[in-house]
DNA sequence: ATCGTTGGCTAAGTGTATTAGCTTTACGGC
DNA sequence: GCCGTAAAGCTAATACACTTAGCCAACGAT
């Protein structure tokens, strides 16, 4: 019987290719195993199991992500950084759907690679941000309402939660402009919503 | 052998209420069954098996979450209704974090009942909107932006993605503060996005 | 009272994840 | 070049989850 010759990388990008093509939930081992033409418990040897494998999956799509985001918001800023961000967001949603849902994970803190990879894609957000102006607790409100359009927009048209007949590109972009009014108008309508909250 | 006296509503309700005990990737059939105290193969005598009774389960979480939404905006318009409805969805996903994700599923459309709950679910943004004066394509591109920033919020805060201390609440409110003065100029950015189409 | 429908049961089969323990390969040191 | 060992593969067995088949008893209508 000669050997495959794996590690745990292989298996992971593995998984990972296999995820793009069955879909994440459809992600098991025993295909995997099958994939990598080995028999299913060989696979312990280079994952502690089920979890591990979908915690390091994690790690590597959300490091592949934080590397796109990156890339696309650099030499730009405010709206020409900001759209170019949430398409580059999008763009790996499509071309890596599998991929996708295991950058939600959240990153296993004994992963220095997975939390650092989780900076940095929360890093580039802040980064665009910061160039609207945003600072501090706003740039925490910011980031987190830029990280749920995106998600949410991205997450529902996978799910195929749009039903309608208009350009999903179209909404996209418009929610994006939205998200640019928005930004730039923070601070003043913080000042909305501190007020609001005294009786 | 006395009968329980089971039927599909009871099931399904139970399955409601053991999802939001243990969380809606932990609820499984043999759980529901031996808290209605009955052998799991009992339970095909009322469900097709478990991905109908994840779909049962959509119409059910659906049909709550639209009557509380429609609630939420009665007698209230623009940023007044918007606040409210956003204040009910978060609300609703926080007292039932097993339904909501339910909620995500696309109608099946052989259920009357589950095509019925999400067209409400949906009318009762569109109705927000209205008040904004949007119509048509606007309307479309803004329930759509509108869904995906609270289900990504609410998603991600579920899966415990905001890890810094800045008040949670806090943030959902300027999203939604955002979000308003987006709405209040969304045809006006409409234009800027068609213009930006053009080379 | 009985007959048919229906709601419950047990038994059995499939697929996935996991653990235990064995075998053999491949490599480094001598 | 040989050999000892760590590691990479294997088979076997256990534990669940879902599903189907088929049996039996309870309940309602006649």
Redesign the interface.
């Known amino acids: 019987m000669p050997r495959v010759g794996l590690n745990q990388q292989t298996v992971v990008r593995e998984a990972a290719r296999l995820a793009d093509e069955v879909g994440y939930q459809q992600l098991t081992l025993a295909a995997l195993a099958s994939r990598l033409g080995v028999a299913l418990p060989s696979l312990y040897k280079h994952v502690r199991g089920a979890d591990a494998l979908a915690q390091k999956l994690s790690a590597l799509a959300t490091a592949e992500l934080a590397t796109e985001l990156t890339a696309a918001a650099v030499g730009r800023s405010c709206g020409d950084a900001l759209r170019a961000m949430a398409d580059a967001y999008r763009d790996y949603a499509h071309r890596h759907p599998g991929r996708y849902p295991a950058t939600?994970?959240?990153p296993d803190p004994t992963d220095p690679q997975h939390v650092e990879a989780g900076e940095r894609a929360v890093g580039a957000i802040f980064a665009v941000l910061r160039g609207y102006g945003l600072t501090d607790?706003d740039s925490?409100?910011?980031t987190?309402?830029l990280?749920?359009?995106?998600?949410?927009?991205v997450?529902?048209e996978a799910?195929?939660?749009?039903?309608?007949p208009?350009d999903?590109d179209?909404?996209y972009?418009?929610?994006i402009?939205?998200?640019?009014?928005?930004?730039r108008?923070?601070p003043r309508?913080?000042g909305?919503?501190d007020q609001?909250?005294q009786p």
Chains 1, 2 share one sequence.
């Open positions: 939600q994970r959240v607790d925490v409100d910011a987190r309402a990280r749920s359009a995106l998600h949410g927009f997450s529902l799910a195929g939660g749009f039903g309608l208009r999903v179209r909404s972009h418009q929610l402009a939205g998200l640019d009014v928005a930004f108008s923070w309508v913080r909305i919503v609001a909250d």
